[in-house]
């Protein structure tokens, strides 16, 4: 990994993790299987229609979820490295890791607010990703209040 590292960015050694118990409650689907084939931002009006499939026992979970026109999707970015503290993105200036939006993070969460397209069992269809195909879904939470 060392060997990857752009002209200016920094790494450390983060030592040990702790547990933070956390657990996939399911999978996002989308068409990239490259981080370089990931747009820099999802884009919920025209961006490509991704499924979000949600583990048993967490299904009934989504009771209500319908009434949503946007939802805030919390994920692990399974592929990032975690060592950068400063980075330099593609034609940017070299930037902590806090002031961007980069996979590349000491916890690799991504949170995307995305736009339900439709509900079918235990399957989201959503626009606005821009992360991997099968990412771990960490969380589902409304972005806004329900529609009347």
């Given at each position: 990994?060392?060997?990857?590292?752009?002209?200016?960015?920094?790494?450390?050694?983060?030592?040990?993790?702790?547990?933070?118990?956390?657990?996939?409650?399911?999978?996002?689907?989308?068409?990239?299987?490259?981080?370089?084939?990931?747009?820099?931002?999802?884009?919920?009006?025209?961006?490509?229609?991704?499924?979000?499939?949600?583990?048993?026992?967490?299904?009934?979970?989504l009771?209500?979820?319908?009434?949503?026109?946007?939802?805030?999707?919390?994920?692990?970015?399974?592929?990032?490295?975690?060592?950068?503290?400063?980075?330099?993105?593609?034609?940017?200036?070299?930037?902590?890791?806090?002031?961007?939006?980069?996979?590349?993070?000491?916890?690799?969460?991504?949170?995307?607010?995305?736009?339900?397209?439709?509900?079918?069992g235990?399957?989201?269809?959503?626009?606005?990703?821009?992360?991997?195909?099968?990412?771990?879904?960490?969380?589902?939470?409304?972005?806004?209040?329900?529609?009347?």
């Amino acid at each position: 990994m060392a060997s990857d590292i752009r002209p200016g960015e920094v790494r450390v050694e983060a030592g040990a993790a702790g547990d933070a118990g956390l657990r996939f409650i399911g999978t996002i689907r989308t068409p990239w299987s490259r981080r370089a084939d990931c747009p820099r931002s999802g884009d919920p009006e025209g961006g490509p229609v991704c499924r979000v499939e949600v583990f048993e026992p967490w299904v009934a979970a989504l009771e209500g979820v319908e009434r949503h026109d946007w939802l805030l999707l919390l994920y692990w970015m399974h592929e990032a490295r975690r060592d950068l503290v400063l980075q330099r993105p593609r034609g940017g200036d070299i930037t902590g890791t806090f002031a961007l939006r980069s996979p590349v993070r000491p916890n690799p969460i991504a949170a995307s607010r995305v736009r339900l397209v439709r509900v079918e069992g235990p399957r989201l269809f959503v626009r606005g990703l821009d992360c991997l195909d099968s990412t771990p879904l960490l969380d589902i939470k409304p972005d806004r209040p329900p529609r009347a």
